[in-house]
């Protein structure tokens, strides 16, 4: 089978498929209109100088631009690592020193979000090899790092290069949890991202002319990326949003017909708040949601009332969003569990016992691994965790629970280990706990997750420094310093000092009572 079987670009469809391909803030861009817009891009980039294996930092929230430079990269070879707009310094300083980007494209300016005061706390010999910035929006930002404007679609630049034929290149990076020091990169190459949106399309049998996809999930994350691209092959229309807002989501999906929706149980809840119709949503069909919050079956069975079918779904950063999801035909209980039925009938899914070592049986529960088109290459420029992620016969080690249904699905349980899910993001403990050891007065600190009035939040201990002249640790200023530091949704809703964590003696060592910790934080709040 040809190499461009399996690029992004077979992905455009032009015969049956609808136009708009895209609805960006009301604004329709036609699949000709975007694919003038991927040459250009891919121009611009190439007078830039970014070339095969160069690495470009994206940190925009969801525009056109955004999906231009993917394909446009994949056009010149060149790798994309897709930034969080809600990172704060530490976490854009960790991601551009793994990648190696040569080039960060940023926004000027969005809402709240000023990206030249984040990028002023980055040092720059923490980021070698950051040679300039494209700005979005304007000439040029405050920043230690030359400016360029980001104007792709100036038609002055000239053509760039035919692309690449090597389509198993690194051409995608996502950020996943790390262990203590920040985030791995995942990964993924035109042929696990073209391949898996093909999937999509065919296991929803999706149809150009009768669906539509609300896409309300930033793009720079698997979940939102990966629900456009299946409708994107599909060749169907995708109506954007910039950033989740409630309100006009729920104007679209009223309005637009729209077919399609993925997002948080957050979301929708908050969506379903803003209207008291009985069944506000006549052409929804599938809402795919991830179940982050306390209470999501409760609003399972409130959207089913009201017309908005919820299905459960499964996916990591690893093998993709939207790697399962449930069928119209499972019964209800079953229908909104993690899970489902893989998306690539090439898929395979086993469960491993945790005690034994051995496969589990149907039933059983154990770690989830799998074996699928949708594999990541491996963790960027880390060789070691790769290795440790991948079993001898090629299955990817997820760190989730769950286990084999009987009919052939497979159930999600719950996250392996202490990863905490945080404002729908997963994040290792160990990311906060690093920069709270590097406040002035703290010796050690744990993060655990507790729910806090219906959210997910963490709490942190510390231990404070010893010595004649270290004043204690305060939680007002330990507070302050995160938010300068850490996204919104990492930072503790309470530090509590302590003189030790509670310990208890294994055959490996010493091992820190985590859900003692947890158990504490309840008990200290609920006395607040």
């Not at 949708?374 to 070691?384: K, T």
């Amino acid at each position: 089978m040809n190499a461009n079987q399996f690029s992004l670009q077979s992905l455009i469809r032009t015969e049956a498929a609808a136009d708009p391909a895209f609805v960006f803030d009301g604004t329709p861009v036609s699949h000709a209109e975007f694919s003038e817009k991927i040459e250009q891009t891919a121009a611009w980039l190439a007078a830039h100088g970014i070339g095969k294996g160069d690495v470009v930092a994206v940190c925009l929230v969801n525009r056109i631009e955004w999906i231009a430079l993917l394909f446009a990269a994949a056009r010149r070879g060149a790798v994309i690592a897709a930034v969080n707009t809600r990172y704060r310094s530490a976490e854009v300083a960790h991601l551009l020193r793994v990648s190696g980007a040569k080039l960060m494209v940023v926004e000027a300016t969005f809402r709240a979000i000023d990206f030249s005061a984040i990028l002023a706390d980055v040092a720059k010999d923490e980021v070698p090899a950051l040679q300039k910035l494209a700005v979005v929006g304007a000439d040029k930002i405050p920043s230690q790092w030359p400016c360029v404007r980001f104007d792709a679609f100036d038609k002055s630049y000239p053509s760039a290069s035919p692309p690449p034929d090597d389509v198993d290149l690194p051409v995608l990076l996502y950020t996943t949890s790390g262990t203590t020091k920040g985030p791995k990169l995942v990964a993924h190459s035109q042929r696990t991202l073209a391949t898996h949106a093909a999937s999509v399309a065919k296991a929803l049998q999706l149809d150009p002319q009768r669906h539509s996809l609300l896409a309300m999930l930033p793009f720079c994350g698997t979940f939102g990326m990966t629900s456009l691209l299946g409708f994107v092959a599909a060749g169907a229309t995708v109506h954007a949003l910039d950033a989740f807002e409630a309100a006009p989501a729920l104007e679209i999906l009223r309005e637009c017909g729209i077919t399609h929706a993925f997002g948080s149980d957050e979301m929708f809840r908050r969506i379903l708040a803003l209207t008291e119709a009985p069944r506000p949503f006549p052409h929804l069909e599938v809402c795919g949601f991830a179940a982050f919050q306390p209470g999501w079956r409760e609003l399972a069975a409130e959207a089913e009332a009201r017309g908005m079918p919820l299905f459960g779904l499964y996916g990591s950063s690893e093998v993709q969003a939207l790697f399962s999801i449930a069928r119209s035909s499972d019964a209800f209980t079953d229908r909104i569990e993690g899970g489902g039925w893989a998306m690539s009938p090439e898929a395979k899914v086993r469960v491993r016992d945790t005690e034994t070592g051995e496969l589990a049986a149907r039933g059983v529960s154990g770690e989830i691994e799998i074996s699928a088109p949708s594999r990541f290459l491996g963790y960027f420029n880390n060789p070691d965790a790769t290795r440790d992620a991948i079993t001898a016969d090629g299955f990817f080690r997820t760190g989730d629970i769950g286990r084999l249904r009987g009919d052939g699905a497979f159930v999600y349980e719950t996250r392996a280990g202490d990863a905490m899910r945080l404002g729908g993001f997963l994040v290792a403990p160990g990311e906060i706990e690093d920069e709270l050891k590097s406040c002035a007065g703290v010796a050690d600190a744990q993060v655990v997750a507790v729910d806090l009035k219906g959210q997910a939040r963490c709490v942190a201990f510390v231990i404070p420094a010893q010595g004649p002249h270290t004043e204690p640790p305060r939680q007002d200023k330990l507070v302050a310093r995160l938010r300068e530091r850490l996204a919104g949704y990492k930072v503790p809703a309470r530090i509590y000092v302590v003189e030790a964590f509670p310990v208890t003696d294994s055959a490996n060592g010493v091992k820190i009572q985590r859900a003692r910790l947890r158990a504490i934080a309840m008990e200290r709040i609920a006395a607040e």
